[in-house]
């Protein structure tokens, strides 16, 4: 049922409420609808647009069955021994099935490249508005509610703390709104702590929040420190290409030859973390002098929006060198998110299922970056397996409409009195002072990740008392303040107990690599964390 009356919250009833607007939520979507699912999806931004798929060209990690051993190890190598074979074959074939639904209409091959660090095969890519577009099509055209600019701010569970449906505020009328469910799905990105990322504002870690207010687990916080090169003052952090750059310092000594995409700004070699140094020391400069002159027409056709800021500076990448900076990418190309609890993506919370960048890759990945191929291959698959077992679910659910109450808490109900209504602001600018750093979390040690823990459990407790929105707008702004908040807890609380280095896990004072922590590291709560190792293998 909807009501109508001008202001009052918009209240509707569905089968699936999808909380999203990427690829994996776009993909949920559509698989919900398409096994019966009466579907809604609720998104921050304008679904198919918002978020940093649609700003970068989208290749996937499109293997064909022959290949598929060698790239599993390989990827394994990469991830420091945390992958676990069989999640890896299933995204891989579960990409191969689906990608062309949209790729045979609308993809085209990448150039077969030959550099350094970029895989040689020509796999197919679309780019990331078109991909956006097109999935948003399906789904409208399927049946699927979309509702744009209405960010959700909680999930709504009964009385036996299962989840059935979330509420949020339809920012651009001012007015409420509240779903109720059979099932939810979790696609809202993962949590780049407002860095200037491409594409990423909208990236605060909402779902990780909202999901562990219900119980929902984490695990593989501790990578999510992915910093990505940009040229120095832009967004750009497209990085594939700086595989054939040369990296200097301000007086032309080379730093660095190469970057892995699996680490970041560490640099291709993670023990040596040679360009996340050099940024410590002064300005870092790069020229990809490495790309054979063949190669370079064809990386233009491929991404022209990495050439088109330094064009308009009339630099010739390719034969002069730039300054480049960092920037903290987080969960966003990093790997942790919420813990899946089975091959469905269900959190185990009752009713809730998570995919993309919401929930861990570190079945796929391990400790390092899927960067844009396996991370792309997991929105689809994850977005369809989540998609399949939320509809399958909720028709199992009664249809009547269930007694529930609101989740949320920290920004939403403070326990003393409401702060200043712009109080977010100084929550977002503490939590970069922290996050955001290569000192602090490209390089880490124990004492300045204490130093770091300390100050933002003191912050999370403050703000529990007093973080609260004085309007729609606020509202929103101070959850997303809560996410990043509980975000960089979590985090820190994860890299902490990783006594070793490990894929983009640097820690300066324990470089080695140590066997007896090949497991994951589980965290349960919000304001007390617990943390337990999980044996590679176990699922549930």
Request: neutral net charge.
């Amino acid at each position: 049922m909807e009501r109508t009356t001008p202001r009052s919250p918009l209240e509707l009833r569905t089968d699936v409420l999808v909380v999203g607007g990427g690829p994996a939520a776009l993909w949920a979507a559509l698989t919900a609808r398409e096994h019966g699912a009466r579907t809604v999806l609720v998104d921050k931004g304008f679904a198919g647009a918002s978020g940093v798929a649609a700003a970068a060209t989208a290749g996937h990690w499109w293997v064909p069955p022959e290949g598929r051993e060698a790239a599993m190890a390989e990827r394994d190598r990469v991830g420091g021994g945390l992958s676990d074979p069989t999640w890896m074959a299933r995204v891989l074939e579960e990409t191969w099935r689906r990608f062309p639904e949209v790729a045979d209409d609308l993809a085209h091959p990448s150039p077969p490249l030959q550099l350094p660090n970029l895989p040689r095969a020509s796999r197919p890519v679309i780019e990331g508005p078109v991909y956006g577009r097109a999935l948003r099509r399906r789904a409208a055209r399927i049946g699927v509610r979309i509702l744009d600019h209405s960010p959700a701010l909680e999930l709504l569970v009964d009385d036996d703390g299962a989840v059935r449906g979330a509420a949020g505020v339809r920012r651009q009328q001012e007015r409420d709104w509240r779903i109720t469910a059979g099932a939810v799905v979790l696609a809202t990105g993962g949590c780049s702590y407002r860095s200037g990322s491409l594409g990423s504002d909208v990236d605060t870690g909402d779902g990780y929040l909202m999901g562990a207010e219900v119980g929902a687990r984490l695990s593989g916080m501790e990578f999510s420190n992915y910093y990505g090169i940009v040229p120095k003052g832009s967004s750009l952090d497209k990085n594939g290409f700086y595989g054939a750059s040369t990296f200097t310092d301000a007086d032309g000594e080379v730093v660095a030859l190469g970057w892995s995409g699996a680490v970041g700004a560490v640099g291709p070699h993670p023990w040596e973390a040679s360009l996340a140094r050099a940024a410590l020391r002064g300005p870092v400069f790069s020229i990809l002098d490495r790309a054979p002159e063949a190669s370079r027409p064809a990386m233009r056709a491929a991404m022209p929006n990495f050439f088109m800021a330094l064009d308009r500076l009339g630099i010739d990448p390719f034969r002069r060198r730039f300054e480049i900076g960092f920037v903290q990418e987080g969960t966003v190309r990093g790997t942790g998110g919420l813990r899946p609890a089975d091959e469905s993506c269900w959190t185990g919370v009752p009713g809730l299922w998570a995919a993309g960048d919401t929930l861990s890759r570190e079945r796929i990945v391990g400790a390092a970056s899927g960067a844009g191929a396996a991370n792309a291959a997991f929105t689809i698959a994850s977005g369809t397996w989540s998609g399949r077992a939320a509809a399958e679910h909720a028709a199992r659910e009664p249809d009547a409409e269930p007694a529930v109450h609101g989740a949320g808490r920290v920004g939403l109900r403070p326990t003393g009195r409401p702060g200043p209504a712009d109080e977010w602001r100084d929550v977002t600018r503490e939590v970069q002072a922290h996050a955001l750093p290569l000192e602090i979390n490209a390089l880490r040690t124990g004492p300045g990740m204490r130093r770091a823990q300390v100050a933002l459990d003191g912050l999370w407790g403050a703000v529990g008392r007093t973080l609260r929105g004085a309007d729609a707008r606020g509202a929103v702004r101070a959850r997303e303040a809560a996410a990043m908040l509980a975000t960089a807890r979590w985090a820190f609380t994860g890299a902490l107990a990783r006594a070793e280095s490990r894929g983009m896990h640097v820690r300066d004072d324990m470089p080695a690599t140590n066997d007896a922590l090949a497991v994951r590291i589980v965290l349960d709560g919000v304001d007390e964390v617990a943390v337990s190792d999980e044996p590679l293998g176990v699922t549930a």
